[in-house]
């Protein structure tokens, strides 16, 4: 029975965990220690009251927008928010129109623009002159990495600050408060709890949900053990924006663990990728580029390698497919590095550009005509098959240009035969030039 104070409508009406623990102060807010703590450069601005434009770049859930409107409480200032999701040109000039009121009144107004990444660049340009006049003092918020996303001239009139996922501390904050206002433990035990804050993955929005869905589904008295926490928390999405800034954080650890020989961790970044949805062809066409740039010489081999599992990928499909990303990965990760190749090559086009209307020399030009004959088109060119080292020694390079040394390989895989060969070919040459060339002779004094 529902006595008159606990009607139908007043329990549809109670409000959610996540509104009941939304932090009043900055001393509230869960985490984000290097930017509101006592010398943190948003706590100055509170306690100096004086803000300025800025953006919180950072994960879901960590606190932005949270952030934004207690400054603004703090410092007194009209605040105004706007998601970039739903709002447009005419909510942006009737925003501005607001706070140009009530800066007549005298009242500063703090602009949130939550995603703001979201808008245009026309529509960021619209921004530029409120802020600097002073109409408004914004305060956008964004997931990707502003460098990319925001304008250069919104952003060289804003500070960025940087809010970092929430640690295992600032989530049990977050949990420890949510038990307070429940007046109740967690029903999960210490292993359970731990699993918990590690599938909210720093996200504090999401913690709040996984905590109260617990609260919600489990009956008081009741203890969850991890298996018994799995069975009815929902699997969480991979934190991933394939055509976000994860793309580009994923690929670029992708990349440094096979550098680094670290075949674990490349197999973990590649399906971090994969299961995030990221192309899959994508992903082998990196890896191809990593077996010539970065495995290279030492082993001659990974390019096959990494063609031969592309094109089993496009045969195959996924799930079937993926195999051939794992192998092709584990291959890359345990295969001797040389960047020599590449190396090799940037040092050969910058050395073109510098020496770049030299003709070759004379011997080495065919002479299909009798005029090009004559003028010395291929003379004194030797065949190197018909010699007994199959190795003439000329030189191939341009007259007016001395020899070069583009391609420098180490000691390592393959690139140990090469460097044998390189060293026979220099020794050839050399006593090819002597014979050519002698030294003359010293006369008796």
Same mark, same amino acid.
Request: aromatic share 8%.
């Given at each position: 029975?529902?006595?008159?104070?606990?009607?139908?409508?007043?329990?549809?009406?109670?409000?959610?965990?996540?509104? /009941?623990?939304?932090?009043?102060?900055?001393?509230?807010?869960?985490?984000?220690?290097?930017?509101?703590?006592?010398?943190?450069?948003?706590?100055?601005?509170?306690?100096?009251?004086?803000?300025?434009?800025?953006?919180?770049?950072?994960?879901?859930?960590?606190?932005?927008?949270?952030?934004?409107?207690?400054?603004?409480?703090?410092?007194?200032?009209?605040?105004?928010?706007?998601?970039?999701?739903?709002? +447009?040109?005419?909510?942006?000039?009737?925003?501005?129109?607001?706070?140009?009121?009530?800066?007549?009144?005298?009242?500063?107004?703090?602009?949130?623009?939550?995603?703001?990444?979201?808008?245009?660049?026309?529509?960021?340009?619209?921004?530029?002159?409120?802020?600097?006049?002073?109409?408004?003092?914004?305060?956008?918020?964004?997931?990707?990495?502003?460098?990319?996303?925001?304008?250069?001239?919104?952003?060289?009139?804003?500070?960025?600050?940087?809010?970092?996922?929430?640690?295992?501390?600032?989530?049990?904050?977050?949990?420890?408060?949510?038990?307070?206002?429940?007046?109740?433990? #967690?029903?999960?035990?210490?292993?359970?709890?731990?699993?918990?804050?590690?599938?909210?993955?720093?996200?504090?929005?999401?913690?709040?949900?996984?905590? /109260?869905?617990?609260?919600?589904?489990?009956?008081?008295?009741? @203890?969850?053990?991890?298996?018994? @926490?799995?069975?009815?928390?929902?699997?969480?999405?991979?934190?991933?924006?394939?055509? +976000?800034?994860?793309?580009?954080?994923?690929?670029?650890?992708?990349?440094?663990?096979?550098?680094?020989?670290?075949?674990?961790?490349?197999?973990?970044?590649?399906?971090?990728?994969?299961?995030?949805?990221?192309?899959?062809?994508?992903?082998?066409?990196?890896?191809?580029?990593?077996?010539?740039?970065?495995?290279?010489?030492?082993?001659?081999?990974?390019?096959?390698?990494?063609?031969?599992?592309?094109?089993?990928?496009?045969?195959?499909?996924?799930?079937?497919?993926?195999?051939? =990303?794992?192998?092709?990965? =584990?291959?890359?990760?345990?295969?001797?590095?040389?960047?020599?190749?590449?190396?090799?090559?940037?040092?050969?086009?910058?050395?073109?550009?510098?020496?770049?209307?030299?003709?070759?020399?004379?011997?080495? #030009?065919?002479?299909?005509?009798?005029?090009?004959?004559?003028?010395?088109?291929?003379?004194?060119?030797?065949?190197?098959?018909? #010699?007994?080292?199959?190795?003439?020694?000329?030189?191939?390079?341009?007259?007016?240009?001395?020899?070069?040394?583009?391609?420098?390989?180490?000691?390592?895989?393959?690139?140990?035969?090469?460097?044998?060969?390189?060293?026979?070919?220099?020794?050839?040459?050399?006593?090819?030039?002597?014979?050519?060339?002698?030294?003359? /002779?010293?006369?008796?004094?």
């Amino acid at each position: 029975m529902l006595n008159d104070q606990d009607t139908l409508f007043s329990q549809l009406s109670s409000r959610p965990l996540a509104d /009941e623990l939304r932090p009043t102060t900055l001393d509230e807010i869960a985490g984000q220690e290097h930017l509101l703590g006592a010398d943190g450069p948003l706590r100055r601005m509170v306690d100096n009251h004086c803000i300025s434009s800025f953006i919180l770049w950072g994960p879901p859930g960590c606190g932005k927008t949270t952030a934004a409107r207690i400054l603004a409480n703090c410092t007194d200032l009209h605040f105004v928010a706007l998601s970039a999701v739903f709002s +447009g040109i005419s909510d942006l000039r009737k925003a501005f129109e607001e706070a140009s009121e009530m800066r007549r009144v005298g009242k500063k107004t703090l602009l949130f623009v939550d995603e703001i990444h979201r808008f245009n660049r026309a529509q960021q340009d619209g921004f530029l002159p409120y802020v600097e006049n002073g109409t408004v003092i914004l305060v956008g918020a964004t997931t990707e990495n502003p460098s990319f996303e925001l304008n250069s001239a919104l952003l060289s009139r804003c500070k960025v600050f940087v809010m970092k996922p929430l640690d295992d501390n600032a989530l049990e904050k977050i949990i420890q408060r949510a038990e307070k206002v429940k007046a109740r433990p #967690l029903p999960v035990d210490e292993e359970a709890r731990q699993v918990l804050k590690d599938l909210a993955d720093g996200d504090g929005r999401y913690t709040i949900n996984l905590v /109260e869905t617990l609260f919600d589904l489990v009956n008081e008295g009741t @203890l969850l053990n991890k298996e018994g @926490l799995l069975k009815i928390m929902q699997k969480r999405a991979p934190g991933y924006d394939k055509s +976000g800034d994860g793309h580009y954080n994923l690929i670029s650890a992708l990349h440094k663990s096979l550098r680094g020989s670290d075949v674990d961790a490349a197999l973990y970044w590649a399906a971090r990728m994969v299961t995030g949805g990221e192309d899959p062809l994508y992903i082998l066409r990196r890896l191809t580029r990593f077996a010539m740039e970065d495995v290279g010489m030492c082993d001659p081999n990974a390019v096959n390698i990494a063609i031969s599992c592309w094109n089993a990928y496009e045969r195959l499909g996924s799930p079937e497919g993926d195999i051939a =990303i794992s192998q092709l990965v =584990i291959y890359l990760a345990t295969a001797p590095k040389s960047n020599s190749a590449y190396k090799a090559w940037g040092n050969a086009v910058k050395t073109a550009r510098e020496y770049g209307t030299l003709n070759p020399p004379m011997h080495i #030009l065919n002479a299909p005509t009798k005029l090009m004959k004559q003028l010395g088109y291929g003379e004194g060119y030797q065949y190197d098959q018909d #010699l007994p080292d199959a190795f003439s020694g000329q030189n191939y390079f341009p007259e007016k240009m001395a020899r070069q040394h583009f391609y420098k390989p180490p000691e390592r895989g393959f690139e140990r035969e090469i460097n044998k060969r390189l060293a026979y070919f220099d020794r050839l040459r050399r006593e090819k030039n002597m014979k050519k060339n002698p030294l003359p /002779e010293k006369k008796d004094e």
